[in-house]
């Protein structure tokens, strides 16, 4: 008596239900990984972009600050109306014979309320009445632009602590340029010659080409300045003749007339 043989028995789950189950998974999966990629390449980028530019590196603290900024700040400020007070500064740098006068120096204010920027030019040579010395009745007359240079160079002794330091020169600036504008700077901003070249190359530079046909029309405009200046130089000096013919009323000028 021989034996039936056993039926396979059919699994109740087919491989497409399986694979329907899996692929949602699988692209959860996937855009899990590239949102986490994308964020840290993101956050490495702000990173260095923060270390180069003041030092500092990005932090869970400074991520709240610029959320909810601390009062007295600039972001603060901003965040609830009140005007923003910048000082820049350009200056020659190691590449001059004076590297820390500031030649260009310009007040900046922001006005969040009416959305509008005031920028106000000091000149350099505006002679200043100082008190940047351990002694505040000590009075130092010198031109503006040499504020910045007190902490760097010996130029005056006994220099007062809060303008001493890195950043002695620019709280020596705002206050001098403060008492001139009366305005109280919230921060200010030192640039040299070098910084701005590297900033002008690193966005890209600006470039300047001259062609012989430029050359050409530029020594043709400049012999056409040289013969308009002498047909003015000639038509002058007839006037003059004229003028004195007609003062003397002498024959030849009878004659012109």
């Known amino acids: 008596m021989s034996r039936a043989r056993p039926r396979a028995r059919r699994s109740r789950y087919s ?27 993101a956050y490495r980028r702000i990173d260095d972009f923060l270390s180069a530019t003041t ?31 910048i000082l820049l500064l350009g200056m020659g740098g190691y ?36 008190n940047l010395q351990t002694n505040a009745g000590s009075i130092w007359t010198n031109k503006i632009n040499a504020a910045y240079e007190v902490p760097y160079t010996s130029i005056i002794c006994c220099v007062a602590p809060q303008y001493q330091g890195r950043d002695g020169g620019g ?30 190359n690193a966005l890209g530079g600006v470039s300047s080409r001259r062609t012989s ?26 006037r003059s003749c004229w003028t004195r013919c007609r003062r003397t009323s002498t024959p030849t000028c009878r004659s012109l007339t």
């Open 15 to 41: 491989v497409s239900h399986r694979l329907s189950r899996s692929v949602p998974a699988l692209i959860g999966a996937v855009l899990l990984v590239a949102i986490v990629v994308t964020a840290t390449v």
């Open 55 to 85: 030092g500092k590196h990005l932090t869970l603290g400074a991520v709240v600050e610029a959320v909810q900024p601390e009062p007295g700040t600039m972001a603060y400020k901003l965040q609830h109306g009140q005007q923003v007070n």
């Open 95 to 130: 590449e001059n014979d004076a590297p820390f006068l500031t030649d260009s120096i310009m007040a900046v204010t922001i006005d969040p309320n009416s959305h509008r920027v005031m920028l106000a030019s000091v000149p350099r040579d505006l002679v200043a009445h100082m």
């Open 171 to 200: 709280h020596a600036a705002e206050h001098e340029v403060g008492k001139i504008t009366g305005l109280t700077f919230d921060r200010y901003i030192a640039i040299d010659f070098k910084a701005f070249r590297d900033m002008v």
């Open 213 to 238: 046909g430029d050359r050409a029309g530029s020594r043709t405009s400049c012999r056409r300045s040289r013969r308009r200046r002498r047909l003015s130089t000639a038509g002058r000096r007839r």
